[in-house]
Nanobody
Framework: QVQLVESGGGLVQAGGSLRLSCAAS????????MGWFRQAPGKEREFVAA????????YYTESVKGRFTISGDNAKNTVYRQMNSLKPEDTAVYYC?????????????????WGQGTQVTVSS
């Protein structure tokens, strides 16, 4: 089993930045990739970004390209999510998630374990 502990988040004005962290413990050696999702009130959980542990390949949804960056530190089993130029529409609960095996990184249903989520609120 893998446990994920998230930190960061909070309230920021539009145009500001935040950094989220996601620390993994447990059976991390068998993890294939980490994903980043968000869920706004009344909306479905949506894919934001993902990174593979081997090779560090990254994937982003179109709306965050150029503003958000996902990165990983294998030695610390930690994934970082830097969010710049934040907009009010970025307001949501943000989750990190992991999956053991290769496959689609875009669907939340394909992930095996999840962090507790952290609230990000962007004021206009």
């Amino acid at each position: 089993q893998v446990q994920l502990v998230e930190s960061g988040g909070g309230l920021v004005q539009a145009g500001g930045s935040l950094r989220l962290s996601c620390a993994a413990s447990g059976r991390t050696f068998s993890s294939y990739a980490m994903g980043w999702f968000r869920q706004a009130p009344g909306k479905e959980r949506e894919f934001v970004a993902a990174i593979t542990w081997s090779g560090g390949r990254t994937y982003y949804t179109e709306s965050v390209k150029g503003r958000f960056t996902i990165s990983g530190d294998n030695a610390k089993n930690t994934v970082y999510r830097q969010m710049n130029s934040l907009k009010p529409e970025d307001t949501a609960v943000y989750y990190c998630a992991g999956r053991y095996y290769s496959g689609s990184l875009y669907s939340s249903k394909e992930y095996d374990y999840w962090g507790q989520g952290t609230q990000v609120t962007v004021s206009s």
